[in-house]
Structures are given as structure tokens and as C-alpha cells.
């Protein structure tokens, strides 16, 4: 079956970089059409999708995070890495990655990781 | 803010039907997947590309849309289906980018 998990510190100060893995199992990024996407979620507020990894090694990211942003995989280890310089205290949030699927031109994010919390903070 | 909108709440009384809406430019051109999140829980996809659902979810969920507004309907609410409820679909220009709605909060009453 499909399973993600994240990691990554529970920490991070202001101005540094945040590298979060999501290691996954019961599928392949070397795959037609598979992709991997991390979304983050602060505390209360809504869901805010941040990258996504394809198959093929394109990579997108949400325009008002693309500066901060990169996403990479490691086909052969089943891992997708996202860094985030810069972090601040806004940027404290519950970190998820999903395996994300395309039908008719939309896409959906159909297995989730648990989650990691991040908080910022010195 | 996010370009696709919700209503931040809405209740429904035990075994009733709820429809809970979505609305944005982008779902004339793309349809909708909803996500169920219970608190501490990661999102769980609960219809796809309209009006599909994954293995596992019951058929009382369903999806439709039309025009710029997608729906998730619930018939026979169920205490269970006590959640926040997201929309997503395909930023509206055309890019490959995923976009949530701001959530709605479902209390079966």
C-alpha cells in the first residue's frame, strides 16, 4: 500500500534553512504521472499547497513561496526533499507531503503523510 | 487569499443532507477534489476529479459541479462526518499549480 512520512527538526530559528524529507513506499517517482507535492497547514488556518516534484523532474512552486523554495527527489532512496531558506516565525505550520495524481487536466493528492510540525522560533 | 472560496462553516442535524460549495474561476475549466481533515489528522481525500470517490469512502459522499462552483454533498449525515472540508483544483490560469480553498467547518448537529 501507499504510505508517506515526513522529517525533518521540530525547530528551526529565524533566518535559517529548513530541509524536510518525505520518505515514501508502494510507488515509484520514476513512474509516468506519479508526483509528490508538500502542502503546510499553521496552526487553526487552512491548507497552503507549497511544491510539487513530477515524475519527470519537473518542479512547480506556489509563486508567493517560489524565492524560498526547492524541491528534489532521490528516485532510488523513495525520498522527495523540500528546503525553505529564510524561515520566520509566520512559516510555523504543520508540513505534509502526498503522492498527487492528475485526471482530466486537475490534479488531487490522494495519500498524505502525518505531518511534521515546525515551529520557528529563537 | 486563496482563489478558490468556502463558506468557513455550516451545520447539518444528524442524518440530514449538507451541501458544502466551492467556488473560482479555475472550476469552469478544472474540476474539484474534496479532503475530509479531523482534528489532528491528516487530509483525507474523499471525492476526485468531480464526482469520484477513493476506495473505502462511503457512497453518501459525492461531488458535482457546474459553471464556477463545485459541491460535495453528504446525504445522511453521520456523526463521524464532523470535520473541516477543503476544495482543490488547478490554479485558474493554467499553470501547474494546486490550490486549496480556505476550508468549511461541518458540525453534524
Known amino acids: 500500500q501507499v504510505t508517506l512520512r515526513e522529517s525533518g527538526p521540530a525547530l528551526v530559528k529565524p533566518t535559517q534553512t529548513l530541509t524536510l524529507t518525505c520518505t515514501f513506499s508502494g510507488f515509484s517517482l520514476s513512474t509516468y504521472e506519479m508526483r509528490v507535492s508538500w502542502i503546510r497547514q499553521p496552526p487553526g488556518k487552512a491548507l497552503e499547497w507549497l511544491a510539487r516534484?513530477?515524475?519527470?523532474?519537473?518542479?512547480f512552486y506556489s509563486p508567493s513561496l517560489r524565492t524560498r523554495l526547492t524541491v528534489s527527489k532521490d528516485t532510488s532512496k523513495n525520498q522527495v526533499v523540500l528546503t525553505m531558506t529564510n524561515m520566520d516565525p509566520i512559516d510555523t505550520a504543520t508540513y505534509y507531503c502526498a503522492r498527487t495524481r492528475s485526471d482530466s487536466g486537475t490534479y488531487y493528492l490522494d495519500f498524505w503523510g502525518q505531518g511534521t510540525p515546525v515551529t520557528v522560533s529563537s | 487569499s486563496s482563489e478558490l472560496t468556502q463558506d468557513p462553516a455550516v451545520s447539518v442535524a444528524l442524518g440530514q443532507t449538507v451541501r458544502i460549495t466551492c467556488q473560482g474561476d479555475?472550476?469552469?475549466?478544472?474540476?474539484a477534489s474534496w479532503y475530509q481533515q479531523k482534528p489532528g489528522q491528516a487530509p483525507l481525500l474523499v471525492i476526485y476529479?468531480?464526482?469520484n470517490r477513493p476506495s473505502g469512502i462511503p457512497d453518501r459522499f459525492s461531488g458535482s459541479g457546474s459553471g464556477n462552483t463545485a459541491s460535495l454533498t453528504i446525504t445522511g449525515a453521520q456523526a463521524e462526518d464532523e470535520a473541516d472540508y477543503y476544495c482543490?483544483?488547478?490554479?485558474?490560469?493554467?499553470?501547474?499549480?494546486?490550490?486549496f480553498g480556505g476550508g468549511t467547518k461541518l458540525t453534524v448537529l
Open positions: 479555475g472550476l469552469r475549466r478544472y474540476s
Open positions: 516534484i513530477d515524475w519527470d523532474d519537473d518542479e
Open positions: 482543490n483544483s488547478r490554479e485558474r490560469k493554467g499553470n501547474h499549480f494546486v490550490v
Open positions: 476529479d468531480k464526482n
